[in-house]
């Protein structure tokens, strides 16, 4: 969990901030997206039955994405990101938009949650404002685009947002 955290943490140029409970290990990235709107990013390790592990799963790896601390989308972000690839993810106590992996896989590929995240961030519009151009470029060269002086995405990546 710390090390998905930390490497998302890495892309988006925001720190987290790391909390445990009794059921569950967690982290927290928040920051402000180009949008200039708030973004609350919780990675969140559970264990079976837990409060923050969905019905009925085993050990679970979650990270769920959301405007505010309920790291639940509305309105039109939560269409976005549900066309992106985000689900809405039910436990005990909370529904909240997000990605799942079972623990043991997410022990196995760490970056694999990381690598599915971008492509949700960039659909979303919830990526930072980038602090410079070093960071545009390695996150275009992170993905594979091509950087001249900004980031130029391959066609369909995202999807032409004029089209919706």
Same mark, same amino acid.
């Given at each position: 969990m710390e090390q998905i955290a930390s490497e998302i943490g890495q892309k988006l140029g925001t720190a987290? $901030?790391?909390a445990h409970g009794a059921y569950f290990a967690g982290a927290k990235l928040s920051y402000e @997206? #180009?949008? %200039?709107?708030?973004v609350v990013i919780r990675i969140v390790a559970g264990v079976t039955g837990g409060p923050m592990t969905p019905v009925g799963a085993g050990p679970t790896l979650l990270v769920g994405l959301g405007r505010d601390h309920s790291i639940l989308l509305k309105g039109e972000d939560r269409a976005r990101g549900l066309? =992106?690839?985000l689900e809405l993810i039910k436990t005990l106590q *909370?529904? *909240?938009t997000g990605l799942r992996m079972a623990f043991e896989e @997410?022990? %196995?590929a760490p970056s694999s949650l990381v690598g599915q995240l971008t492509p949700i961030l960039i659909t979303t519009s919830m #990526?930072?404002?980038?602090? $410079?151009a070093d960071a =545009?470029?390695?996150? =275009? $060269?992170a993905e594979g685009w091509e950087y001249k002086g900004h980031i130029n995405l391959p066609p369909g990546d995202p999807p032409d947002a004029s089209a919706e």
């Open positions: 987290p $901030s790391i @997206a #180009l949008d %200039r709107r708030p066309e =992106a690839g *909370f529904t *909240f @997410a022990e %196995r #990526l930072p404002e980038g602090p $410079s =545009a470029k390695n996150v =275009a $060269s």
